[in-house]
């Protein structure tokens, strides 16, 4: 079975800092992760899906990487501004496998 | 714009009651999926579906049904409310590539 961490569960940095969110998976075998933000009281806005045979995507300040091999995704943000300040979550999924299992969420605060 | 929609958003109802949650997708995806999500345990999977008459259960499914008659709706049905069941429940539908989209949510209170 599937369980994915995200430690730490709460950051505050200051606003133009460049910050790295932390990802790990139990089952390497995994199909695709997919990283999510979520603001208070909202549903989750899709940021960046990487598929097992990839190694990194981007979307303009937000790259994510894959380390199949040692359980490990980051989320690194460049340039962090107020407006990104959300709860952010990672999931992944078993081979052959849609469902997502999610981690718990860091929760960013970047300080204007 | 296609879009996955929940209703109703809010809603309060009584212990023993049946509720019905909707989900509706114009993507035409195949894929759908029903989620709660609770402080301190996060996203948990409740059902999930990869085309019509095609339901699953997931990691929290007791209590809960889904039905699939239609490739655009997956309604998640409570037979009998409990308190235990109060939380905010998403709706969400995939692509092949497996790419997850989600409703805006639905919080049940269940007094």
């Known amino acids: 079975k599937q369980e994915v961490t995200q430690i730490p569960a709460a950051l505050s940095v200051p606003e133009g800092e460049n910050l790295v969110l932390n990802c790990s998976f139990t089952d390497s075998a995994i199909y695709n992760l997919q990283w999510f933000r979520q603001d208070p009281g909202k549903g989750l806005t899709s940021l960046l899906l990487?598929?097992?045979?990839?190694r990194e995507q981007t979307s303009g300040r937000l790259n994510a990487s894959l380390d199949k091999s040692s359980g490990r995704s980051t989320l690194y943000i460049a340039a962090s501004q107020p407006g990104d300040s959300a709860t952010y979550l990672c999931a992944a999924s078993g081979a052959g496998s849609y469902q997502l299992t999610f981690g718990k969420g860091t929760k960013l605060s970047v300080i204007p | 714009d296609a879009e996955i929609t929940q209703s109703p958003r809010h809603k309060i109802t009584e212990t023993g009651r049946q509720v019905t949650l909707a989900c509706h997708q114009t993507w035409n995806h195949n894929n759908m999926f029903w989620y709660r999500q609770d402080l301190g345990h996060g996203l948990r999977l409740i059902h999930y579906s990869y085309g019509v008459q095609d339901t699953n259960k997931g990691e929290v499914s007791d209590g809960y049904s889904v039905s699939r008659s239609n490739t655009e709706d997956l309604p998640l049905t409570l037979e009998s409310a409990a308190s235990s069941q109060t939380s905010v429940y998403f709706c969400?539908?995939?692509?092949?590539?497996?790419?997850?989209?989600f409703g805006e949510g639905s919080r049940l209170t269940v007094l």
């Open positions: 969400a539908s995939s692509v092949s590539t497996g790419e997850l989209f």
């Open positions: 990487i598929q097992s045979s990839q």
